[in-house]
């Protein structure tokens, strides 16, 4: 483990072997940081929420996953209810000036660019990927493997293995990343016809994910797993846009 000068790390935080701790940064007491984590100059990991209506004496957490990088000015904010936890995930990578709000949930192998902003309650899957300055409004869902384009603004869940840009525009699918996890083609032609089935069909999303669910026609457990996804939330879906193509090809 090593600890620079300055940084501070209150009494009551728990850290794991092999956690670096920069100049400047501050570790609260109700931070729990797994193996490998490295905290860059000036992060603040465990602060209060920003919540008027907040008790400071309540007692919730923040967890940082094993080999998570958090980079200078990053700030973390711990759970609102008492016994609740702010989570990210192992293997995590959040660039300078990010933000993490109160109650989120990040997976293993996320990615936030530089100066990104979560709302409080926002999740977010495994190895998805959020641009530079893009914003997530609270409550909202980024699905495994997504991806946020950068200045995006974001009210509305954003389907797995899907991109996503500007103010709720929802664009196909994520191509370059599913290859990039090495998805064989069957899987790939699954998931665009499920995306075309509930993404780009008229109907309610939820319904049209249960009723392609229903049907048995899908083999893999990623096809499954995009249409599961509309089973749950409570900010609605984004759909794809109309009156042109979009990055889904055939």
Same mark, same amino acid.
Not at 30 to 46: K, Y
Not at 85 to 92: L, N, P
Not at 116 to 141: K, N, P, T
């Given at each position: ?16 072997a ?5 100049a *400047?940064?501050? @570790? ?5 940081? $797994?193996?490998?984590?490295?905290v +860059?100059? %000036?992060a603040? =990991? /465990? ?21 998570t ?10 759970a ?11 293997d ?14 990040l ?5 936030l ?7 409080? *309650?926002v999740? @977010? ?5 959020? $641009?530079?300055?893009?914003?997530? +409004?609270? %409550?909202?869902? =980024? /699905?495994?493997?997504?991806m946020?384009g950068?200045l ?20 196909g ?23 075309r ?11 049209l ?11 893999s ?30």
């Amino acid at each position: 483990m090593s600890i620079h000068p300055t940084a501070i790390i209150e009494d009551g935080a728990t850290l794991g072997a092999g956690c670096v701790i920069h100049a *400047h940064a501050i @570790i609260t007491r109700h931070c729990e940081l $797994g193996s490998g984590v490295v905290v +860059h100059p %000036f992060a603040v =990991i /465990g602060g209060d929420p920003q919540d008027l209506g907040f008790d400071p004496a309540t007692a919730s957490h923040v967890r940082i996953g094993a080999r998570t990088v958090l980079r200078e000015h990053v700030t973390v904010n711990r759970a609102t209810k008492a016994g609740g936890a702010t989570e990210v995930g192992e293997d995590c990578y959040l660039m300078a000036g990010s933000h993490v709000a109160h109650d989120c949930r990040l997976g293993d192998r996320v990615i936030l660019a530089n100066a990104v902003l979560l709302a409080g *309650h926002v999740s @977010i899957g495994e190895r998805a990927f959020v $641009g530079g300055a893009a914003a997530m +409004h609270q %409550f909202c869902r =980024i /699905g495994e493997s997504a991806m946020v384009g950068g200045l995006g603004r974001i009210t509305r869940d954003v389907p797995p293995f899907t991109m996503a840009t500007e103010r709720d525009e929802l664009i196909g699918l994520n191509i370059v990343g599913l290859r990039r996890r090495g998805f064989r083609p069957p899987v790939v032609a699954e998931l665009k016809r499920a995306y075309r089935e509930v993404c780009r069909s008229a109907g309610n999303p939820r319904e049209l994910a249960a009723a392609a669910l229903g049907g048995g026609g899908y083999a893999s457990d990623e096809a499954r797993r995009f249409l599961d996804f509309f089973a749950a939330g409570r900010r609605g879906f984004l759909r794809a846009r109309t009156g042109g193509a979009d990055a889904d090809p055939a």
